[in-house]
Structures are given as structure tokens and as C-alpha cells.
T-cell receptor, first 114, second 116 residues
Framework: NAGVMQNPRHLVRRRGQEARLRCSPM?????VYWYRQLPEEGLKFMVY????????ESGMPKERFSAEFPKEGPSILRIQQVVRGDSAAYFC????????????FGPGTRLTVL | GENVEQHPSTLSVQEGDSAVIKCTYS??????FPWYKQELGKGPQLIID?????GEKKDQRIAVTLNKTAKHFSLHITETQPEDSAVYFC???????????????FGQGTILTVHP
């Protein structure tokens, strides 16, 4: 059973470009969470999605950031007009159910903004 | 919202010694407390978790204790080995006024180094 998959693993963008990060949850998991980890810091919650629904986006910046989890295909975290402060590791986690259940993390996408 | 504090930030032990990492949380409604191990360049790996109806849980060399009254929980690693060296994160979820979704609030992390 494959784990959570994220791609690309490394992404380099110049300021002003768009970054698109993809996450495929574990088989049978319909809940996806995105977290951001700044250098030498802990993980910060960004957004929680179920298929075709955003459940909680309280951790996501109001501008330039968006997320989706379509009925078919991976979850996408999109960052428009990237700035240097967006450089971080972005992790996706999936869970089979909502509530107090285990979340399994992918390997992350390391975004570098030049 | 929930706030999780983790101590120490770095921990250095000799192989075979025990290591203890402590976390406190602020939201008394939190019900789920996982611990993750993160190796360099990799994603966090769930190593053990505990729910609020249990005071202690053990899995081989790893144990977690929870004190709901004091709102703190701890990770205990016995007989440490060099491969235990990593960053360890505690987390809490289940609060937010009873909303039963799994948003995790993480501690700041502990860099554990086990010297051979």
C-alpha cells in the first residue's frame, strides 16, 4: 500500500511565479491536510480538505494561496506570485476519517523562491 | 486556539540512556496527542499516539504518558540507539469547541542526538 505521495519533491521558482504542489493521499483516505514548515521550525496547519470540499482553511494566508481536492486526482496547493518568504517545506498528510485519527505524512515539497 | 509548548529544544544522550521529551497544551478540549519523528529531508513519521481516555501507552522502547489535569504529555525512549537521532515533534488535536476534525497543532520540536 503506497504511502502519501507528493510531487515535485523540490521546486524552484522566481519571485512572481506560480507554484503548484500536488498530493496524492494513501489509498482509501479521503481527508487531506496541508502543513508548512519554515526552516528550523515546527509544522503549521494550513488547510483541511475532503473530496471537493474545504473544511478548514484557517491557517492559510488570505491572499495568493489556494487549495483544492477534486473528485478525481490529487489535492493541489497553489501559491500565486510567490515571494521569498514562501520558501519552506510543504507537507501533506492524509487520514481515513475525520476527528481524532492518525495522520500520515508525505515526504514534502521543498519550495525555494529565488 | 490551541498552543503546544515542547521542551527541551535539544537533547543529547549516550547510547543506552533514556530520553524524555515533554509537551504542554492549552486547550482542555484536546483529545488526541501524537508524536512524530522527522529525519533530515523526510516527512514526519508517526511513532506513537495517545488519546485522552488513556494515561499511558507503550510500544517496545517508546512510551507516552498523559496528564489531562495538568495538560501535559511526555515521550519516553529507553535504551536509545544512534538511529533514534532525529527531530521529534509532539502535537495535539481535537479542541476547537468540540469540532471533531483532526487539525494538528505541533510543538516546536526537539533535536535528539544519541552518541555511540
Amino acid at each position: 500500500n503506497a504511502g502519501v505521495m507528493q510531487n515535485p519533491r523540490h521546486l524552484v521558482r522566481r519571485r512572481g511565479q506560480e507554484a503548484r504542489l500536488r498530493c496524492s493521499p494513501m489509498k482509501g483516505h479521503s481527508h487531506v491536510y496541508w502543513y508548512r514548515q519554515l526552516p528550523e521550525e515546527g509544522l503549521k496547519f494550513m488547510v483541511y480538505l475532503q473530496k471537493e470540499n474545504i473544511i478548514d482553511e484557517s491557517g492559510m494566508p488570505k491572499e495568493r494561496f489556494s487549495a483544492e481536492f477534486p473528485k478525481e486526482g490529487p489535492s493541489i496547493l497553489r501559491i500565486q506570485q510567490v515571494v521569498r518568504g514562501d520558501s519552506a517545506a510543504y507537507f501533506c498528510a492524509s487520514s481515513p476519517l475525520s476527528g481524532y485519527n492518525e495522520q500520515f505524512f508525505g515526504p514534502g515539497t521543498r519550495l525555494t523562491v529565488l | 486556539g490551541e498552543n503546544v509548548e515542547q521542551h527541551p529544544s535539544t537533547l543529547s544522550v549516550q547510547e543506552g540512556d533514556s530520553a524524555v521529551i515533554k509537551c504542554t497544551y492549552s486547550d482542555s478540549a484536546s483529545n488526541y496527542f501524537p508524536w512524530y519523528k522527522q529525519e533530515l529531508g523526510k516527512g514526519p513519521q508517526l511513532i506513537i499516539d495517545i488519546r485522552s481516555n488513556v494515561g499511558e501507552k507503550k510500544d517496545q522502547r517508546i512510551a507516552v504518558t498523559l496528564n489531562k489535569t495538568a495538560k501535559h504529555f511526555s515521550l519516553h525512549i529507553t535504551e536509545t540507539q544512534p538511529e533514534d537521532s532525529a527531530v521529534y515533534f509532539c502535537a495535539a488535536s481535537g479542541g476547537a469547541g468540540g469540532t471533531s476534525y483532526g487539525k494538528l497543532t505541533f510543538g516546536q520540536g526537539t533535536i535528539l542526538t544519541v552518541h555511540p
